[in-house]
T-cell receptor, first 116, second 112 residues
Framework: GEEVAQTPKHLVRGEGQKAKLYCAPI?????VFWYQQVLKNEFKFLIS????????ETGMPKERFSAKCLPNSPCSLEIQATKLEDSAVYFC??????????????FGSGTRLTVV | AQSVTQLGSHVSVSEGALVLLRCNYS??????LFWYVQYPNQGLQLLLK??????LVKGINGFEAEFKKSETSFHLTKPSAHMSDAAEYFC??????????FGKGTMLLVSP
């Protein structure tokens, strides 16, 4: 399809529980990016993939966060043992090329994670 | 490291008035710059991007932005605001090869 599909739209987890978010990139897009939007405005880059390979993980917290992009499956972002500070909207974006200068990035509508 | 600063967390205009949203960048290399719009509870939609071609970039919904190297600016403008333009606007710069670094956003409020 022509949109980046993120599921679920909303996710509520108790502190310490696991959270798993999914992203289906646009067909034909080789690159997938995850961003975290905290406090409504601040975007933080987490991780990017080129097909199923990690491309850039410099923003990824080393503890508790993991991500995968496997062939023929939606990409996933998993948070083990969630904390209150993980409450945020998590956006996925995909692109035909790694640099958005040629084709741009298409963002999904996000998953709102609330940790209580 | 590349960064962007958006001046003004809120901008209020009347319908039909000029829209000006400010963005200044800091970059050690020629920057690639983007403007995105976010409507409530939605994702980011690309308005326009500067990739070192023409300095005046035209985007969707009547928006345009001008890259001014001497002022390190990439301000977003629209000649006449519509009520439907009310949203959050984010300026972003390409950091490294593929990562976007966003500004803190500017909320545009449009009054009748």
């Amino acid at each position: 399809g022509e949109e980046v599909a993120q599921t679920p739209k909303h996710l509520v987890r108790g502190e310490g529980q696991k959270a798993k978010l999914y992203c289906a990139p646009i067909k034909g897009h080789s690159y997938v990016f995850w961003y975290q939007q905290v406090l409504k405005n601040e975007f933080k880059f987490l991780i990017s993939f080129q097909n199923e390979n990690v491309f850039d993980e410099t923003g990824m917290p080393k503890e508790r966060f993991s991500a995968k992009c496997l062939p023929n499956s939606p990409c996933s972002l998993e948070i083990q043992a969630t904390k209150l500070e993980d409450s945020a909207v998590y956006f996925c974006a995909s692109s035909q090329a790694g640099s958005g200068t040629d084709y741009g990035y298409t963002f999904g509508s996000g998953t709102r994670l609330t940790v209580v | 490291a590349q960064s962007v600063t958006q001046l003004g967390s809120h901008v209020s205009v009347s319908e039909g008035a000029l829209v000006l949203l400010r963005c200044n960048y800091s970059s050690s290399v020629p920057p690639y710059l983007f403007w995105y719009v976010q409507y409530p509870n939605q994702g980011l939609q690309l308005l326009l991007k500067y990739t070192s071609a023409a300095t005046l970039v035209k985007g969707i919904n009547g928006f345009e932005a001008e890259f001014k190297k001497s002022e390190t600016s990439f301000h977003l403008t629209k000649p006449s605001a519509h009520m439907s333009d009310a949203a959050e606007y984010f300026c972003a710069v390409l950091s490294g090869y593929s990562t976007l670094t966003f500004g803190k956003g500017t909320m545009l409020l449009v009054s009748p």
